[in-house]
C-alpha cells in the first residue's frame, strides 16, 4: 500500500540546519508531485514547499523563500527538505504528502500523508 514516512525532525538551535527525509513506498514515486506541510497544535495545516514530478519545478511559501529547499532522488523514493536559518517559529511537526494532481500548497490537495516528524528549534 501507499507509505510515506518522514525522518530527520531534531531539536535545533536557532540558525541551524536540518534535513528532513520522505521515504515513499507502494507507488511509482516518478509520477507524484510530494510536498511538505507542517501544523503547529490548533493550526491549519501549512503547506510548506512542493516539487513536481515532471520536470522538478519547486515551490515554496514565503516563510519557506530563501531558507528550505526541496529536492527529490526518485531511484532512491524519497524526497528532502534541506532547512537552513532554522527560527523558533519554525517549530512544529512537518509532514510530507503525495499530490493528487499537480504541485501545490493547499491540503486538500493530497491523498496520502506521512506520519509527520517534528523539528523544534531552541536555545
Known amino acids: 500500500q501507499v507509505q510515506l514516512v518522514e525522518s530527520g525532525g531534531d531539536l535545533v538551535q536557532p540558525g541551524g540546519s536540518l534535513r528532513l527525509s520522505c521515504a515513499a513506498s507502494?507507488?511509482?514515486?516518478?509520477?507524484?508531485?510530494i510536498g511538505w506541510f507542517r501544523q503547529a497544535p490548533e493550526k491549519e495545516r501549512e503547506g510548506v514547499s512542493c516539487i513536481s514530478s515532471s520536470d522538478g519545478s519547486t515551490f515554496y511559501a514565503d516563510s519557506a523563500k530563501g531558507r528550505f529547499a526541496i529536492s527529490r532522488d526518485n531511484a532512491k523514493n524519497t524526497v528532502y527538505l534541506q532547512m537552513n536559518s532554522l527560527k523558533p517559529e519554525d517549530t512544529t511537526v512537518y509532514y510530507c504528502?503525495?499530490?493528487?494532481?499537480?504541485?501545490?500548497?493547499?491540503?486538500?490537495?493530497?491523498?496520502?500523508w506521512g506520519q509527520g516528524t517534528q523539528v523544534t528549534v531552541s536555545s
Open positions: 504528502a503525495r499530490a493528487i494532481s499537480t504541485c501545490s500548497l493547499e491540503a486538500i490537495e493530497y491523498d496520502y
Open positions: 507502494g507507488f511509482t514515486l516518478d509520477y507524484y508531485a
